[in-house]
């Protein structure tokens, strides 16, 4: 999404503009957190087209804002119902299905249509927006739900729910459980625009969301009903170090979504069309690593995917380490193919030890810590990636500054270089000079931008190498049970996210 494209749509500043996606986050944290129970009042089935269609009516309504501030109530709703669809898809297949009766072909299936489509999302953007304009980005979302409602409005169409869970809910603490990862969220996002310590609202929603987080939390594990989040699942060593894994891998994905696409769009003068064509060799690499993880899963230990997953996206951002600012298209193009590979190989094998052993009862709880963390983790790794990029970039200028003073004669000899050949195109013998003066500027800071990337990058390779390390200290888990055909096992109650104690 070019969030530049749509600030200059709706006139709007570009810090101002920045919010649309910051927004839209915000409206994942509350959809995530409240989906399960709207499941458990109206039924999985049920819930699941009703939020197809509001997904439809966010996506219409920001496909026609006419301005910023309607722009951004409808990012937030867009993002409600985004952020819920993968969390009901996810809990669908862990509270339907058994293991060794079609669970995991179900949640290879869920990888499948998360990571697929990562690939493909800059080109086919970029193509609509070059050709239709930044609207059109919302209305081929608004066009490819309505198939998911169509199929939705099929499942568990006998499930009826009970609308009384919705009074057993902990409201009080899930509402501020939302409020504090929301300022998180918008602390994180916000941050490095607003130069993070240097604006006092900045450090003051990020100790203010850690906080009311802390407060929520101890509020919900003392709560005596029946709640939809249960801490207990994070007693489990399988899960809790899948989540911290996944924060591994979100760190590492955005090797190619923020830091190639920001490399070439700042260096090579790149459009999201042209980012997108590069990296579409990922959509194949993704798919032979989700085969790949799905047949390694089931009959070898599946930490070696899981591994081997992080040790790819090392090796993307490995290679990238020496990039210049004349990298060919096909140099980036092998590293990325390594991220698409890691990409399919880790996904897969994270959620086999991201559901093992949940069912009914703390199946919500799985979905929604697994998809808040893939929220949290991706703001959290750009806002880190962001500073340490401009504070590598600050250094590197500083240093190349200091070796092109004005008395070094090899700066001398260089303006002069570049003067003379300005001067054969200006009669202005002051203009020739000032011009070579800024290219000699700008030459300087396309130098330390890139220096900083490189930076960043080995940065980013040492991090996935501690996780690819890291996954050793899971347990190992059985072998996927065979299964020729999935069954669903028999509903317990009408009420599906129910405790059954």
Known sequence: MTVSDIGGGLSAAADAAALVNTIQNVGAVAGIVIAPAFAAALGRGRTMQWTGIGFLLAAIAAATAPNLPIMLVARFWHGFFGGALPLLFMLLVMTSLRAGAGRFEGIALFAASTTLPFGMAAIVGGLLSDNFGWRALFWIQAATIIPYIAAAARVLRQERGDLSALARVDWAHYLLLIAGISALTIGLSEGERFFWLETWWVPGSIAGGILACIMALKGIGDWHGRPLLVLAVFRRPTFSWAILLSAFFRFGSLFAIFIIPQFLARLQGYRAVDTGALLVIMVPATACGLLLAYFAARRVDARIPLSAGLACFTLAAWLCRDLTSDWAAEEIR???????????????????????????????????????????????????????????????????????????????????????????????PVSAQNAASASLARAASGQAFTLAFSDTLIVTAAIMLLGAIFVWALPALPPEPDSPLPHPAPPASTRPLESQS
Not at 335 to 353: C, I, M, P, Y
Not at 390 to 404: G, N, P, T
């Open 334 to 428: 092998v590293a990325a193919a390594f991220a698409g590979l890691g990409l399919g190989l880790f996904q897969v094998a994270v959620l086999r030890f991201a559901v093992e052993g949940a069912g009914l009862f703390d199946g919500p709880s799985v979905g929604i810590v697994f998809n808040l963390a893939r929220v949290v983790s991706t703001v959290s790794g750009i806002a880190f990636l962001s500073h340490l990029l401009a504070e590598r970039e600050k250094f590197h200028s500083a240093r190349i500054v200091e070796s092109l003073a004005a008395t070094s004669p090899e700066t001398t000899q260089r303006l002069a270089s570049v003067g003379a050949a300005f001067a054969r195109m200006s009669a202005d």
